[in-house]
């Protein structure tokens, strides 16, 4: 399916030509050290395959990294050198391998400040080239976000807090306090997705994420609150944290919180079946006397409906808002 055109309000284009959902190999050449990029395209190299065909070479000394290559260095023993010798070919194994045994050892062109850069450098987006990354890195979606977060509207942030409260409404407890200095401390006082540091005075500039999204009716606790940057938790927003966060980081992140990782590494979106449906109505309808209790009863109505849960409710709550 093509991608719907977008308008751009930002000021910040996107360059044409750039190749953005193909991967990129990067290495070091052996002879003059400097770093090289070959550009791979949308189907990632196996190893052996790599070290059987690629012949890659230096485009600063031209020297050609391939199994049929001698090694250049000066500290080795000539034999060791040799091309053929099994040392030199022990040696191409594992210099192709570095470059191409996993999509993280893979880098990636940003299309808008169109650096090349590795794997981590841009977060994921499911189903978007081999690597499934964004397009743009992490700096740039950064300045992006910038512009465009206090283009935000209020129906927008409206929706995020109603989503949030209504996480907590189904609460099969009283909902816990989250002790910022506790989070800072687990999270180091940085971010855990840029690894930046954060100034726990300074509000504005983090937010507390919702590991496991309220959208899906998982409610702040000590286990499902990450620190991050204001700019990464709306990079993050509503995404399953398989969505947004890597694989290390999601054990990193099940490690620091004691959240289930097989739970935030599902690939696919789990609603929280671990609340109570009908607590939930009685503490929506616990309304003061000048409050319009018709509108509230609509409102819980609109919920239940919405999030399929008339069918979890007592034979008194489903009498009582008449959904017999």
């Known amino acids: 399916m093509a991608r ?50 690629c012949v890659w070479e230096c485009e600063h000394c031209h020297f050609s990294h391939s199994k049929e290559s001698e090694l250049p260095f000066e500290n080795w023993e000539d034999e060791y050198n040799a091309s053929g010798s099994v040392t030199a070919i022990r040696f191409w194994e594992g210099f192709f391998r570095t470059a191409t045994e996993h999509p993280e050892s ?21 189903s978007w080239g081999p690597l499934e990354r964004q397009m743009e890195c992490r700096g740039c979606k950064g300045a992006i976000n910038a512009i465009l977060n206090p283009k935000r509207t209020r129906q927008q942030l409206h929706e995020s807090a109603v989503r949030r409260r209504i996480a ?73 944290p398989s969505q947004f966060y890597t694989n290390n980081e999601l054990i990193d992140l099940a ?32 309304v003061r006397e000048e409050s319009d209790l018709p509108k ?11 999030y399929g849960l008339i069918s979890h409710l007592s034979p008194e709550n489903k009498k009582l808002l008449n959904l017999n």
Not at 191 to 209: E, G, H, M, V, Y
Not at 281 to 286: G, N
Request: a positive charge.
């Open 4 to 53: 719907r055109k977008t308008i751009n309000v930002t000021g910040i284009e996107r360059l044409e030509g750039i190749p953005y959902h193909d991967a990129w190999a990067a290495y070091t050449c052996v002879n003059c050290r400097k770093i090289n990029y070959v550009r791979i395209g949308q189907k990632l190299l196996m190893p052996k395959k790599a070290v059987e065909n």
């Open 106 to 126: 893979y880098w990636k062109q940003c299309n808008v400040c169109s650096r090349i850069l590795p794997f981590k450098a841009f977060s994921k987006h499911s």
């Open 168 to 240: 907590d409404l189904f609460l099969k407890e009283e909902n816990e306090a989250i002790d910022l200095q506790k989070l800072f401390d687990r999270f180091d006082h940085r971010c855990f997705k840029t690894k930046i540091p954060l100034d726990i005075s300074q509000r504005n500039s983090w937010a507390i994420d919702h590991i496991l999204p309220s959208k899906y009716l998982y409610p702040l606790t000590r286990q499902n609150a990450a620190l991050l940057s204001r700019s990464a938790n709306e990079n993050k927003r509503d995404k399953w």
């Open 255 to 286: 490690k620091i919180t004691g959240a289930s990782l097989e739970l935030i590494s599902s690939k696919h979106p789990i609603r929280n079946h671990d609340i109570d449906i009908n607590k939930g109505v009685e503490r929506f309808l616990q």
């Open 296 to 306: 509230q009863v609509q409102e819980i109505k609109k919920i239940l409906q919405h």
